[in-house]
């Protein structure tokens, strides 16, 4: 549904995104991740034709967004970040705005309610925006990106600033839309990704660092699938090392004060393996866990930051 095809955006002499390319289908949820000032944003606006690049195209649907704009446009909803709403108008009179530049006026009404219980603002439709909360002011934004129904989502930071409660419907949201359209999700928040996202995409200094499924990035852990042991004392680890250490599918132990944390080669899963030879050679361990990769900690690992 979009095809992005070597973007490039400079600042000046200054070089933001550095010929980016790639795809986004129906049914995925890309998390566009990157540190502060990494390419996301600029790269998002030129998706959607707010920047112009200053090399490369993206084709949304069949068009292609510096020659038909317009056509482009119609085809996907877009999120700023930090998105521009008219204060002075009333939740309403925004979306019935909104809705008059997207829809026939015969439609406009059942896209307004649609939006409304889709995004939980039926309780402040009739208030002045300016008098809203950080929450529902990203409901509203949301909705004005949702009102014509489009099956491509371009969402910019859709829950900076959000208190737990109100990050969870924002989620769920998504994820309730997710298999019937193509989501580009830009964050910095790792858990989000985790919760709503099946595919990630990394960039820093402008350049795509990896594209790839949640579980492929988490491979690129060095401490992937290792099974942590907790065990008695120091002959007990001497113990379960001298075992363990002959096993082919075991890379690496790692010992620490009284925790073993086991490697395996080729990333393989080796938890049955571990196990099986406790029980089989009686081995003296406290507790056996599942070793978490988190993606922050390969994020962190990936952009040095």
């Not at 008098?131 to 371009?154: C, E, F, W």
């Not at 096993?247 to 990333?267: C, G, H």
């Not at 393989?268 to 099986?276: C, E, H, N, T």
């Amino acid at each position: 549904m979009i095809e992005v095809k070597n973007l490039s955006k400079y600042y000046g002499n200054k070089l933001a995104v550095d010929n980016v390319s790639f795809t986004v289908h129906k049914g995925d949820v890309l998390g566009f991740l990157g540190p502060n000032g990494a390419g996301k944003s600029t790269t998002m606006k030129m998706i959607t034709g707010f920047l112009v690049p200053s090399s490369g195209t993206a084709t949304v649907g069949e068009h292609d967004i510096r020659k038909s704009p317009k056509q482009a446009k119609e085809l996907f909803g877009y999120l700023p970040e930090n998105g521009p709403l008219y204060e002075e108008m009333t939740v309403y009179e925004f979306l019935d705005f909104i809705a008059g530049l997207r829809l026939k006026p015969e439609e406009k009404a059942n896209a307004i309610q649609r939006v409304s219980e889709t995004c939980h603002i039926q309780e402040v439709i009739d208030q002045p925006i300016e008098t809203l909360s950080k929450g529902y002011r990203q409901r509203v934004g949301m909705a004005q990106a949702l009102i014509h129904d489009p099956n491509i989502l371009v969402l910019d930071e859709p829950t900076d600033g959000l208190d737990p409660n109100q990050k969870h419907g924002v989620r769920n949201l998504i994820a309730s839309m997710a298999e019937e359209k193509a989501i580009i999700l830009s964050t910095h928040i790792l858990e989000e990704v985790d919760a709503m996202c099946n595919r990630i995409i990394v960039i820093d200094n402008g350049k795509i660092l990896a594209d790839e499924k949640p579980e492929e990035f988490r491979k690129r852990h060095p401490h992937f699938g290792g099974v942590r042991l907790e065990v008695e004392n120091s002959e007990s680890a001497k113990k379960i090392k001298d075992i363990l250490g002959t096993e082919k599918m075991i890379q690496k132990i790692i010992e620490e004060d009284k925790v073993l944390l086991v490697l395996p080669k080729d990333k393989k899963p080796i938890d049955a393996l571990i196990l099986s030879l406790i029980k089989e050679k009686n081995l003296d361990v406290r507790s056996v866990s599942s070793q978490p990769t988190a993606l922050d900690h390969v994020f962190k690992q990936l952009t040095n930051n």
